[in-house]
């Protein structure tokens, strides 16, 4: 009677054991943008791919536009494992002590995507996310999103429009000097609440690039909209690294594979939406764009770059030297 249970124990043991081996790997991914921007369409593309090259023992559930949790909040949420992935934009890493990821937010400090990507792509961007593991994160790659233009309900043709201007910014010491540095009132913000803020007048403008000021509507309640390109906004893809390193070897291998695949998209539809943006932007009729000539260009590069050497002791000079030797920026040249 005893061997009888016992069989039928370790039977019932075994099936359950098989179903628990079976049941997929759930990834939670939150994020604060909505689907369509180019942080959303990859975080999507990264569940497809990782579906597929798993076959299916991995399952990534997005949640987009904050439905799990806001700007404050995911951070904390992935260090305590509520959550198992985030793609949080570069500024968010300084309040979390990692303070040279503020290189990214430096005005002007990248030209164009070439340079940029000799940096996220390279040692300096290597070194960088190795600094988070301290942390209990572990980064796998940066996405693009594009670079930032200024948008109030006045033109911006020269830095002094931006005077006296209440501006929202991302939670950065940097950002903050680089609006007090053109006169303007920084104002820290979550990103979910921007648009209200605008309506109702509680800000005057922003810094976005064109995809995050279009699928959010902020051109709807903004008149104006100066093409500066004077910042960058990109994320960086982290994990929860005891998660990670729990994982087996051979799916974290195929995740890994995922993610450069998806690296790869989420790069190429970032231009490409903030072009596709741009134009919607135009069509709408509520938004005036204005390209600024190489002078008036020049002009803004000229009042924001001393932000870099008011920012070195925050950063790090070897971080910001770092950048300069990728990229090939002279600041002494302008």
Do not use: C
């Not at 996220?120 to 994160?137: D, H, N, S």
């Not at 800000?203 to 008149?223: A, C, F, R, W």
């Not at 000079?317 to 990728?326: A, L, N, P, R, T």
Request: glycine share 8%; no cysteine; aromatic share 8%.
């Amino acid at each position: 009677m005893n061997i009888t249970k016992l069989l039928v124990g370790l039977v019932a043991g075994t099936l359950s054991f098989a179903a628990a081996a079976q049941q997929p790997i759930v990834i939670k991914f939150s994020h604060v943008v909505a689907q369509d921007t180019p942080k959303g369409l990859a975080a999507n593309f990264f569940a497809k791919k990782a579906d597929e090259l798993t076959k299916g023992k991995v399952k990534v559930e997005v949640y987009a536009n904050s439905t799990l949790y806001k700007d404050k909040e995911e951070m904390e949420a992935l260090q305590l494992g509520a959550v198992q992935m985030l793609a949080p934009s570069l500024a968010k890493f300084g309040p979390l002590g990692v303070k040279e990821f503020e290189v990214f937010d430096l005005p002007y400090i990248f030209d164009d995507y070439n340079e940029l990507h000799k940096v996220t792509q390279g040692p300096v961007g290597a070194q960088l996310l190795a600094k988070l593991e301290p942390k209990g994160i572990k980064g796998l790659a940066y996405w693009d999103n594009g670079f930032k233009s200024f948008s109030l309900n006045t033109p911006i043709k020269t830095p002094a429009d931006l005077k006296g201007k209440k501006l929202r910014i991302q939670s950065s010491k940097v950002l903050e000097e680089e609006i007090r540095t053109l006169g303007g009132l920084p104002q820290v913000m979550a990103f979910s609440e921007v648009y209200q803020a605008l309506q109702t007048g509680v800000v005057d403008g922003t810094e976005n690039p064109i995809s995050n000021l279009y699928t959010q509507k902020m051109h709807e309640v903004q008149k104006h909209l100066t093409l500066t390109d004077h910042g960058y906004l990109g994320y960086a893809v982290i994990v929860n690294k005891k998660f990670w390193e729990g994982l087996p070897a051979d799916v974290r291998g195929q995740l890994e594979t995922a993610m450069k695949e998806s690296t790869a998209y989420a790069n190429k539809i970032a231009k490409e939406q903030n072009d596709k943006d741009l134009e919607s932007v135009k069509k709408s009729g509520k938004t005036t764009v204005y390209v600024p000539t190489k002078e008036e260009r020049l002009a803004f590069k000229k009042a924001l770059v001393p932000v870099h050497q008011k920012m070195e002791s925050r950063i790090g000079k070897d971080i910001i030297q770092g950048v300069y030797k990728e990229t090939g920026f002279d600041p002494n040249a302008l």
